[in-house]
């Protein structure tokens, strides 16, 4: 199905306004280096100054924890195919380090998207691409409508536990029959007295198999016809009657994260559950959508700089035909081809970063870096992936990983064909959906 | 000469210590280190630094006692360029209270030897009056080892280097201080004020948690100059060349203690 939006649907097209946790020190930085400074919000920040001292700080506590908690772990985590996500979350958590942009009354740092973005590159240095995802999913994808919209009760039960990296969360809204089609997922919570009881089910649930609760998107409004104004997210605890984990999916890559599917029958929680006002689920769903693309985007720059280093050593001791396999043009060409590419991906993350910091909506250009992400990372990964010859081809090397773990980044967290007409509509190319 | 003294009774009693922690930026210890062509020394342009590993653990020390309630204040310095204010950033966010930066002009930056920086540290130790300087055993880019001692002789005060245990003694005057020398371990009561050097077992430095990064955004930061202080940098030494050391040469094995001495015979080395 195709994602076709008419200019009548405007709230989709709407200049999404962040947090107002954008720090006014960090507006002044930004806007004090471009010549209209302050007045025009649009102008182009100057991205040099994106990253401050403190952003290094960051990175480097969140480096020493990848090289002392995950990397030396990842291996036996790709083998169990599930990785101990309440241990490594409960360290993240007492670091402070998932709950950069949430709200300090919660735990969170109240801080701009710029550090969520700092941090998402650094995630890059992991060994594989199923832990950084599920951290993803915890810090940035399964909190931002709650943090933002959810009753102060909703956030002391559900926000600052996962802050605190005490419970597992995970997001619901795939399903079987809906991946990118998200308005026509079938899940119902029904309003029953004072409960919501939900009946359905969901598909591809990164952490689903270990997760404390959900961050589910049903339809709750029956009376509402538009589907994009008849869902609502609900938080829901998944140790309640009737929620199964059917099973974990087997997947050709990002082995270390368990992505479930969850069958729901008659599961009731309070309707006080229920995320902000019922029936703007989905709107909710589509306001964090441009920090998760940019999230996608950043996370694997890093990772793909060092493939292209690491290929590169590798062709750099490697013989053949009385040569070193680096000495060879097509290989070294390759590779810097390769390498400037990541920088101007690189490049349009920070310009975007910046942009929305600055209070801009960045829904075309998150968009472009994803769809670029997604495609970059299967052709670096697959081009490396050649010059380590039989060897890139088996378990042993990290190259063989990285190009099963990539090649989810054009279907996940929102289809190269989604991007794709999203950039159309932005050029007004999107032709009318076809008259029903 | 400068002196003072702790006579009171119980340091547990008292308000805590007052530590100045040193801490060094030096070339990261996971960078390949590179010979600049000309000789003069190695490349530090463009390459990652970060604080001594030994100072790391000399701060992390130092907020440990505050946090034991041994110490009431943790103060720390830095001798160094202008980007010796990350590394002093990075001690606060661990719970250091506040930093004292004594900037070095990059033109006398390569010639500073342990015995400026030491005659730096005293003067501010004149000012500032701590109970305890808790410094690196030494340097991971020079390796001099020598800053501490000389520390302790121009303040003339007692010194504890290698310590792998800081603790109070057993009536609580003093400080009970274990120390790494080559037979084992050496314990020794010294009085305060003392200077203190951490070796590698006095602990594991914790990693600076995000909120504590913020927080020390806002901690002061004191900049000082050696003119200020008084201290005069000329340099005692001049470095003649800086070289990769020899690429290690294949060894031979052998099969028995009579090969090993027949062979140590050939080469001369033993007669």
Redesign the interface.
Known sequence: ASLSFTVGRSFLCRPVVPYSSVSNAMRRSLSSASPMSGSDASAEPNTDKLFTAEHEAMRSTLRRIIEQDINPYVDEWEAKEIFPAKQLFKKLGNAGLLGVTRPVEYGGLGLDYSYSVALAEEYGRVNCGGVPMAIGVQSDMATPALARFGSHELKEQFLRPSIAGDLVACLGVSEPTAGSDVASIKTTARRDGDDLVINGSKMWITSGMQADWMCLLANTEASVKDPYLSKSLICLPLDLPGVQRARKIRKIGMHSSDTAQLFFENVRVPASYLIGEPGQGFIYQMLQFQEERLFGAAANLLGLELIIQETAEYARQRKAFGQSLLDFQTVHFRLAELLTEVELLRSMVYRATAKYVAGNDVTMLASMAKLKAGRLVREVTDSCLQYWGGMGFTDEVRVSRFYRDGRLLSIGAGADEVMLSIICKYMRTLPKPPKK | KYIHIINKADMAASKGLKILVGCKRVIDYAVKVRVKPDRSGVVTEGVKH?MNPFDEIAVEEAVRMKEKKLAGEAVAISVGPPQSQ?TL??AL?MGIDRAIHVEIPLAQLEKLQPIHVSKLLAKVCESEKPDLVILGKQAIDDDCNQTGQMLAALLDWPQATFASKIEPSQDSKQLRVTREVDGGLETIDVSVPAVVTSDLRLNEPR????????K??KKPLAKMSPDQLGVDLQPRQEVISVEDPPVRKAGAKVESVEDLVGKLREKGLVK
């Open positions: 970060s990350e950033r990075t966010a990693y600076a948690t995000l909120p504590n990064i913020m020390a955004k």
